[in-house]
């Protein structure tokens, strides 16, 4: 497939995901109880005028459709709109918060990339006592929720030994910030680097009993130059494909985990506006979770076929 | 079509295009993805882990907390949620007036001792039953540096009258006619009938007072960017949007200058996190510590725990008089047959008293001794009689009958007490459902009819804004906002009506004790249990006040040095 039709076809998915993403959970959001205006009057009661003017000023009582459209035709223009709880515009919420989320998500990414792939690799070569071990412990790290692990290293990291704080993202700079989301961002990792390294594992279990890797041994290639050019490398594409999955879990568990630390970024802010009907905040952190996981999407079919030569542009499969 | 994660708490699936053939991974790999896929992903985050409950006893409520001893550079408290805005027209929850109450300052003062005093106002005066006349402290500066007049007062107000303006106040100024500037530092309030309330919230942040010129530069953004310009003792200095808010001491403050140049507040929403950062010093201390915790931080040697009168009573608010609860026998034996003492223990932290009244002993203060009798003689009774509530429940035919009560995560106080519920009516033949909510729907119970719909009752706590009983009493009158059961008695209406006008504290509380007899009688909402504030301060601070008070007084100018 030409690189052209293929970056058409993406982007036209993507919009149309997007398109779908949005609309679903605008219907969602106006199917769920509660009612904004009351939300922002804090549960007192109010002035029927009051209730009249709220609703007048974010269209509250327009049928459903020509809100949902009202409000795509705004985002087309680039305007995201104004939080209804927050009073602020939408896009200076996000500003103030995307930053400690994305950093979060990056730090546990590499965690997870670095030391999944080791330990798996490692499991996989070594075999015997020490593949065992990290079995052991890799079934662990899936078992745990991120919650659970939260608690834990926060019980014995920041409070019993106080290496690290206990919650928050930090108010210095980038040093400081990043001192504050080590232990979150493990706890977001523990289990993906569990899943990871058994991906891991046996792919490259199953390259080594392939008949090229046997080739190359007879033929007195030495076993490290084996392992990193023929078992690692070929197993990295089964390694990549799962690259979607786990930025979904990434995205999914950082509001748990932000919460757990109050790391106020929007995994957190998502929460609280889900609790409070806040319409545009929800629509616009929504919108950015689907975008970051079709990116990643994109990335790895980007990267499948410079990983493994089978593979052509825009197809997962290997030529067989 | 790509299937995305949707952004909730609901169970979500990843699915991928595949495009052309399907991918041939190897056997064991295959099987390992496939069962990771099928793995729901929630599973890898599921929710929290369910704590013990601890509870302390010998519990005693402080008046105060030792005086400061000097000044400090800097505390640090810890808040459970982050104000959406710091607009005072909307601040009304815990994390913004806690905030709040040290920046902007109202026409009247709350005190620590629960009592009213002026505040920027040096006098009110009540010339004839419609008007109250405010009389302005001179030389009050603003935080922006301009000096307090009358126009900012009557803009101010007005601020909290306009519909526009969505004010969660704006209830408050309902009676209010008009607002007019009388002299350079005088304001006269017209109200359109007698209402006992009005100045009694003029302490509140019904009562803020900020400068025009600030508020409409800021025009939209008022209260989420840029000062507050307000009057108090701290003004709001860095806020770290979704971390910390940060106020300064004001040097140009006209009441006792603030011990600490520094307050910050930080957000720490994980209640467990909160317990931590109190305990390892990364917050000198907390409101509203989470009930669950006051064990550990009582004998951790931090710090202190203290608590005080918090106007707060717990209750059971009957939704639906339409189904069994309708008949007051119903009622009635619900209430003899929960066991008040065992929720206290293991709901409150055993920090509470078990009460037959829906409103505190403490919202009664200016009562005289003939009054509190009359309001609180001869209740129905706080203890279990199982029997005799066995025998009621029969008679009105309720036995084998259903009814739900709404429960929800949101804390230990609303959780328990709904177990609480079933249990008791488990024990007297009734079939009592448990409705579980997400915390996020379960604010929607206060808001939205529809929610509350197939629900008999909820467990609510409530917390008087003022220092006076009748804030809660009002709430059964014919169409009160949280009037959920729909109760209506022209007897009582005409009662709240008559508190409502009577200004004397006196005169109206004897009115209000006819109130409180009759609404807890009937058992519109079943009281549980009178719940004290807590406060945690490690050993590095003291002064901050034990009581509510800290909603609406500017504590953090009294936190300093405890050596």
């Given at each position: 497939m030409s690189f052209v039709r293929f970056a058409i076809r993406r982007v036209a998915e993507m919009a149309a995901t997007l398109l779908t993403a949005s609309f679903v959970v605008f219907a969602a959001m106006y199917l769920a109880p509660g009612n904004p205006a009351s939300f922002l009057l804090a549960g007192r009661s109010a002035s029927p005028e009051a209730l009249a003017s709220i609703n007048a000023q974010y269209h509250l009582d327009d049928p459903f459709l020509l809100r949902y459209f009202r409000w795509l035709g705004d985002v087309l223009q680039g305007d995201f709109g104004r939080s209804i709880t927050y009073r602020t515009d939408v896009s200076r919420l996000l500003a103030d918060r995307l930053p400690t989320t994305l950093i979060l998500i990056v730090m546990s990414l590499v965690v997870v990339v670095a030391v999944g792939l080791l330990l798996g690799r490692v499991a996989a070569v070594r075999g015997g006592a020490t593949d065992s071990a990290i079995l052991v412990t890799t079934t662990f790290a899936v078992g745990t929720p991120s919650f659970v692990a939260a608690v834990l290293l926060q019980g014995l990291?920041?409070?019993?030994?106080?290496?690290?704080?206990?919650?928050?993202?930090?108010?210095?700079g980038l040093g400081d910030m990043l001192w504050h989301l080590t232990l979150p961002s493990i706890a977001l990792a523990l289990y993906l680097i569990g899943m990871l390294a058994r991906v891991t594992r046996s792919a490259m279990l199953e390259a080594l009993d392939s008949e090229h890797v046997t080739v190359a041994r007879s033929r007195g290639v030495p076993e490290r130059q084996v392992i990193r050019r023929h078992v690692f490398r070929n197993s990295l594409g089964t390694v990549l494909t799962t690259g979607g999955l786990i930025v979904s879990t990434l995205l999914v568990c950082t509001i748990l985990v932000e919460t757990a630390f109050s790391i106020g970024g929007i995994g957190q802010l998502l929460e609280l506006s889900t609790t409070t009907k806040d319409f545009p905040t929800v629509q616009a952190i929504s919108l950015i979770i689907v975008a970051l996981f079709m990116i990643v999407n994109l990335i790895v079919d980007l990267l499948l076929p410079l990983v493994d030569p089978r593979v052509t542009l825009g197809s997962r499969s290997a030529a067989v | 079509m790509t299937t995305s994660p949707p952004g909730t708490r609901t169970g979500t699936r990843t699915g991928r295009r595949r495009h052309g053939r399907r991918a041939r991974l190897g056997s064991a790999a295959a099987a390992a993805t496939a069962a990771l896929t099928s793995i729901s992903l929630l599973a890898a985050c599921s929710g929290p882990p369910k704590d013990k409950a601890a509870g302390i006893t010998d519990v005693k409520l402080a008046v105060s907390t030792p005086e400061a001893r000097g000044e400090i550079d800097s505390f640090t408290w810890a808040v459970y949620a982050e104000p959406p805005t710091l607009d005072y027209t909307v601040a009304f929850d815990y994390p913004q007036n806690t905030v709040l109450s040290n920046v902007c300052e109202s026409l009247m003062r709350w005190t620590p001792g629960l009592a009213t005093e002026p505040g920027l106002a040096q006098k009110a005066s009540n010339p004839d039953p419609t008007t109250w006349v405010y009389d302005l402290r001179p030389g009050v500066r603003f935080h922006d540096g301009k000096e307090m007049t009358a126009d900012d007062v009557v803009f101010s107000l007005g601020r909290q009258k306009d519909p526009d303006n969505a004010a969660a106040w704006a209830q408050v100024f309902q009676n209010v006619a008009s607002i007019t500037k009388s002299g350079p530092l005088q304001v006269t309030v017209k109200l359109s009938k007698p209402d006992s309330q009005f100045p009694q919230y003029m302490a509140t942040a019904a009562g803020v007072i900020a400068s025009r010129a600030t508020v409409e530069a800021a025009g939209k953004d008022y209260g989420t960017t840029g000062g507050l310009g307000c009057t108090g003792p701290f003004k709001l200095g860095t806020w770290n949007k979704g971390q910390s808010i940060e106020l300064e001491r004001f040097d140009g403050y006209w009441g006792t200058r603030a011990k600490s140049k520094k307050a910050v507040f930080r957000v720490l929403t994980d209640p467990s996190a909160r317990t931590n950062a109190l305990l390892s010093g990364e917050a000198d201390g907390g409101y509203?510590?989470?009930?669950?915790s006051y064990a550990r931080l009582k004998g951790s040697g931090a710090g202190t725990l203290y608590f005080g009168e918090g106007l707060s009573t717990v209750n059971v608010n009957i939704t639906n008089m339409q189904g069994p609860l309708g008949d007051i026998r119903v009622r009635r034996a619900l209430s003899l047959a929960l066991d008040r003492t065992g929720f206290v223990k293991a709901g409150l932290g055993g920090a509470g008293t078990v009460t037959n009244s829906l409103t505190t002993r403490a919202a009664w203060a200016a009562a005289p001794e003939r009054t509190l009798k009359t309001a609180f003689d001869s209740l129905p009774p706080t203890g279990q009689d199982l029997e005799k509530a066995k025998a009621l429940a029969k008679e009105a035919g309720a036995t084998g009958k259903t009814l739900t009560v709404a429960t929800s995560s949101i804390g230990q106080d609303v959780s328990l007490l709904a177990t609480a519920v079933q249990a008791a009516g488990t024990q007297i033949g009734l079939d009592i459902q448990l409705k579980t909510i997400a915390p996020n729907a379960f604010t929607a119970l206060f808001t939205d009819p529809q929610a509350r719909e197939g629900i008999d009752m909820f467990p609510l706590t409530y917390y008087d804004s003022i220092t006076d009983p009748l804030d809660l009493l009002q709430n059964f009158k014919t169409g009160a906002y949280m009037n959920f059961a729909g109760y209506s008695d022209p007897g009582y209406d005409k009662l709240v009506d008559q508190a409502s006008a009577v200004y004397p504290t006196e005169q109206r509380m004897d009115i209000e004790a006819k109130l409180q007899h009759h609404a807890s009688e009937q058992l519109l909402w079943i009281p549980v249990a009178e719940w004290p504030t807590a406060l945690f301060l490690n050993k590095r601070i003291t002064g901050a006040p034990t009581t509510i008070s800290y909603m609406y007084y500017p504590w953090a100018a009294d936190v300093g040095a405890s050596q």
């Amino acid at each position: 497939m030409s690189f052209v039709r293929f970056a058409i076809r993406r982007v036209a998915e993507m919009a149309a995901t997007l398109l779908t993403a949005s609309f679903v959970v605008f219907a969602a959001m106006y199917l769920a109880p509660g009612n904004p205006a009351s939300f922002l009057l804090a549960g007192r009661s109010a002035s029927p005028e009051a209730l009249a003017s709220i609703n007048a000023q974010y269209h509250l009582d327009d049928p459903f459709l020509l809100r949902y459209f009202r409000w795509l035709g705004d985002v087309l223009q680039g305007d995201f709109g104004r939080s209804i709880t927050y009073r602020t515009d939408v896009s200076r919420l996000l500003a103030d918060r995307l930053p400690t989320t994305l950093i979060l998500i990056v730090m546990s990414l590499v965690v997870v990339v670095a030391v999944g792939l080791l330990l798996g690799r490692v499991a996989a070569v070594r075999g015997g006592a020490t593949d065992s071990a990290i079995l052991v412990t890799t079934t662990f790290a899936v078992g745990t929720p991120s919650f659970v692990a939260a608690v834990l290293l926060q019980g014995l990291f920041a409070v019993k030994l106080g290496w690290f704080p206990s919650s928050g993202a930090g108010d210095g700079g980038l040093g400081d910030m990043l001192w504050h989301l080590t232990l979150p961002s493990i706890a977001l990792a523990l289990y993906l680097i569990g899943m990871l390294a058994r991906v891991t594992r046996s792919a490259m279990l199953e390259a080594l009993d392939s008949e090229h890797v046997t080739v190359a041994r007879s033929r007195g290639v030495p076993e490290r130059q084996v392992i990193r050019r023929h078992v690692f490398r070929n197993s990295l594409g089964t390694v990549l494909t799962t690259g979607g999955l786990i930025v979904s879990t990434l995205l999914v568990c950082t509001i748990l985990v932000e919460t757990a630390f109050s790391i106020g970024g929007i995994g957190q802010l998502l929460e609280l506006s889900t609790t409070t009907k806040d319409f545009p905040t929800v629509q616009a952190i929504s919108l950015i979770i689907v975008a970051l996981f079709m990116i990643v999407n994109l990335i790895v079919d980007l990267l499948l076929p410079l990983v493994d030569p089978r593979v052509t542009l825009g197809s997962r499969s290997a030529a067989v | 079509m790509t299937t995305s994660p949707p952004g909730t708490r609901t169970g979500t699936r990843t699915g991928r295009r595949r495009h052309g053939r399907r991918a041939r991974l190897g056997s064991a790999a295959a099987a390992a993805t496939a069962a990771l896929t099928s793995i729901s992903l929630l599973a890898a985050c599921s929710g929290p882990p369910k704590d013990k409950a601890a509870g302390i006893t010998d519990v005693k409520l402080a008046v105060s907390t030792p005086e400061a001893r000097g000044e400090i550079d800097s505390f640090t408290w810890a808040v459970y949620a982050e104000p959406p805005t710091l607009d005072y027209t909307v601040a009304f929850d815990y994390p913004q007036n806690t905030v709040l109450s040290n920046v902007c300052e109202s026409l009247m003062r709350w005190t620590p001792g629960l009592a009213t005093e002026p505040g920027l106002a040096q006098k009110a005066s009540n010339p004839d039953p419609t008007t109250w006349v405010y009389d302005l402290r001179p030389g009050v500066r603003f935080h922006d540096g301009k000096e307090m007049t009358a126009d900012d007062v009557v803009f101010s107000l007005g601020r909290q009258k306009d519909p526009d303006n969505a004010a969660a106040w704006a209830q408050v100024f309902q009676n209010v006619a008009s607002i007019t500037k009388s002299g350079p530092l005088q304001v006269t309030v017209k109200l359109s009938k007698p209402d006992s309330q009005f100045p009694q919230y003029m302490a509140t942040a019904a009562g803020v007072i900020a400068s025009r010129a600030t508020v409409e530069a800021a025009g939209k953004d008022y209260g989420t960017t840029g000062g507050l310009g307000c009057t108090g003792p701290f003004k709001l200095g860095t806020w770290n949007k979704g971390q910390s808010i940060e106020l300064e001491r004001f040097d140009g403050y006209w009441g006792t200058r603030a011990k600490s140049k520094k307050a910050v507040f930080r957000v720490l929403t994980d209640p467990s996190a909160r317990t931590n950062a109190l305990l390892s010093g990364e917050a000198d201390g907390g409101y509203l510590i989470p009930t669950e915790s006051y064990a550990r931080l009582k004998g951790s040697g931090a710090g202190t725990l203290y608590f005080g009168e918090g106007l707060s009573t717990v209750n059971v608010n009957i939704t639906n008089m339409q189904g069994p609860l309708g008949d007051i026998r119903v009622r009635r034996a619900l209430s003899l047959a929960l066991d008040r003492t065992g929720f206290v223990k293991a709901g409150l932290g055993g920090a509470g008293t078990v009460t037959n009244s829906l409103t505190t002993r403490a919202a009664w203060a200016a009562a005289p001794e003939r009054t509190l009798k009359t309001a609180f003689d001869s209740l129905p009774p706080t203890g279990q009689d199982l029997e005799k509530a066995k025998a009621l429940a029969k008679e009105a035919g309720a036995t084998g009958k259903t009814l739900t009560v709404a429960t929800s995560s949101i804390g230990q106080d609303v959780s328990l007490l709904a177990t609480a519920v079933q249990a008791a009516g488990t024990q007297i033949g009734l079939d009592i459902q448990l409705k579980t909510i997400a915390p996020n729907a379960f604010t929607a119970l206060f808001t939205d009819p529809q929610a509350r719909e197939g629900i008999d009752m909820f467990p609510l706590t409530y917390y008087d804004s003022i220092t006076d009983p009748l804030d809660l009493l009002q709430n059964f009158k014919t169409g009160a906002y949280m009037n959920f059961a729909g109760y209506s008695d022209p007897g009582y209406d005409k009662l709240v009506d008559q508190a409502s006008a009577v200004y004397p504290t006196e005169q109206r509380m004897d009115i209000e004790a006819k109130l409180q007899h009759h609404a807890s009688e009937q058992l519109l909402w079943i009281p549980v249990a009178e719940w004290p504030t807590a406060l945690f301060l490690n050993k590095r601070i003291t002064g901050a006040p034990t009581t509510i008070s800290y909603m609406y007084y500017p504590w953090a100018a009294d936190v300093g040095a405890s050596q």
